[in-house]
């Protein structure tokens, strides 16, 4: 696999490397894998998840279908321009589906001061960071970004066939829900040491892209690119080759899902999402102990959260008057968020964009009200849908 590398020696308390999805979602093909960091016991839990709906029938997500082992299956002397738009528009996908789930996790949590509250808000600002430069390349070679038509109805499994099994759900924070859906999502080749599975790499995946990049050497215009701040990291247009290979190595450098990941440092001292994860998962901070590394440094206290059931296949049954509005409040946001930034990076530029941000803000209001509200005939609460087309 790409971007396998050995760790530095001698940490006693790690540096981390911040990690992307995009450059760990397929890089384990067996749900098991994804838990196996966590024990025996996450294991025996696995097939608690729900069962997938499946997103709209359009074009764009039909080709997104299976499609990166189908992507990387065509020889590389047929990949010209047509491969490389589709290939990031399965990247589109791919990121946009991490971000409901992860909302929803960082707004079930009462305490936002608290230390799970800071991981996962970090966490939304990169895969939001990342969906953009994804866009930007999309955009650099002629192709629209479709975001709407990209977005993924929940429950779901992960866009583009990877990891069979591993089906995303939305909820409130709980142990099963980091384990099940972020640690899955998350999860990289090696996590503190297990066997890998034989499936298509994403940081593959990238590699393929930035040869066809080379191979083609497309045109790029930076007509219709963003260039803005999302959370601590700053997005710019894509005008050269040089750009592009900075770009999706930055991509790969973030996600590079090896054993050796707790201990390489990138950019700032951030835990990679993974480990960021796990740590909410075991309590505790990760720390190399001897010769390996495990969740046996200091605390790190479950939150306080609201108790936000999982999110059924259609949505909530039945609601009342009450939890109608707020459901359509929420939907409503969330519709105006991807036709924002579908209007961003349309010729719409920055104020489209922070249109959609404001959007995206102005859903947590009736999204926590939902949390607070207690389901008339199952035990937890009520929760956004995050439904793209209602």
Known sequence: ?????AGREGSEVSPFARRNFLASAVLAAAPAAAVAAAGPAAAAEQGAAHGATAAADTPEVRAADGSVARLLAVPASDRGIDWLREGLQVALQLELATIPPYLCGW??????GSEAARLIRRVVGDEMYHMGVVCNLLTAVGERPRIKEAATTYPSPLPGGVRPGVHVYLSGLTKAFVRDVMMAIEA?????????????????FYADLLDAFRSVDPELSAKGQLSERIGSDSLTPVRSLD??????????EQGEGTSSSPATAFKDDNPAH??????IYHGRRLRRTGGSWQFTG?????????????VPAGGWPHPSRQVQKLLDQCNGSYNSVLA?????????????????????????????????LTLPNAPGNYGPEFRPRF
């Open 1 to 5: 696999m790409t971007g396998k590398r």
């Open 107 to 112: 707004w079930s949590v009462i305490d936002r």
């Open 188 to 204: 990289p080749d090696d996590p503190l040491a297990r066997s890998l599975d034989e499936a298509p790499g994403v940081g593959d």
């Open 243 to 252: 750009d592009v290979e900075r770009c999706i190595e930055t991509i790969k």
């Open 274 to 279: 993974y480990y960021a994860f796990g740590e």
């Open 298 to 310: 200091a605390q790190v206290p479950f939150p306080r959260v609201r108790p936000m059931a999982r």
């Open 340 to 372: 924002g930034l579908d209007k961003a990076w349309a010729g719409g530029g920055a104020s489209s964009l922070n249109a959609a941000v404001h959007a995206m803000r102005g859903m947590e209001g009736p999204a926590v009200e939902l949390m607070n």
